[in-house]
């Protein structure tokens, strides 16, 4: 398989532009393509050992997922594997992951959701084990939406796992699970993947800080977090 792109990095090449109506079957192909890469990165990161946690990506109203039990580094083109919005699989024979009603309750709960990513991070799943919510130690925590939560522990794979963190979700766009792992979401595979790094890193601060003897972690108010989150509003825009 070969990708192409309009423009390339030594000069100007045409305008960005989106394609007018892309038929279904491209972008379901490119967006497979990022699912993978980004399920990679999650191992090559130390997010996730071997194939324990999953990505999602929305497509129209299929959901393309990482199949149950298969390595990253094996997965191919023909290996494309969706689901409806109800969970009926519609593209692909190997099995979608198991944590399939996590990932469709964030996008049935939010039409703007289109990426979701799962990991056991090990900082952000000690954090789970620890507290009922992150400590706001570092204002990034307002780019997740607010305090990060700890959704209550139930099985994996459960519809009761998935309402946990949906009402953990509440206003944010993470959560951490408790003796399990993390789950973001955004409008893109790179900004989900970027807010699962942005929370393990704080957990990992948080842990950092806190393990110091004899001194306790100096918190942000929620006035600075709100300072923080009005500022983020206006980040990327320029000009
Ligand atoms: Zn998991």
Known sequence: MTYSRAGGADGPGE???????????????????????TARRTVADGLVVGTSGNVSVRVGDTVLVTPSGVSYDRL????????DLDGRQVLGTLVPTSELPMHLAVYRADPGARAVVHTHAVHATAVSLLVPEL????????????????????????????RGMLDA?????????????????????????????????????????????????SLLTPDQLAEVAERLRGYGQRG
């Open 15 to 37: 305008p960005d532009r989106e394609a007018a109506e892309p038929t279904a079957e491209p972008a379901r192909e490119a967006a497979w393509a990022e699912l993978v890469a």
């Open 76 to 83: 191919a083109p023909r290996d494309m594997t969706g689901v």
């Open 135 to 162: 400590p706001p130690v570092h204002y990034m925590t307002a780019a997740l939406g607010g305090p990060v939560r700890v959704a209550p522990y139930a099985a994996y794979g459960t519809d009761e796992l998935a």
């Open 169 to 217: 979700l509440a206003g944010r766009t993470g959560c951490l699970l408790r003796n399990h792992g993390t789950i973001t979401y955004g409008t893109s595979l790179d900004q989900a993947y970027d807010r699962t790094a942005q929370l393990e890193w704080m957990c990992r601060l948080w842990l950092t800080a806190s393990s110091v003897p004899g001194h306790s972690p």
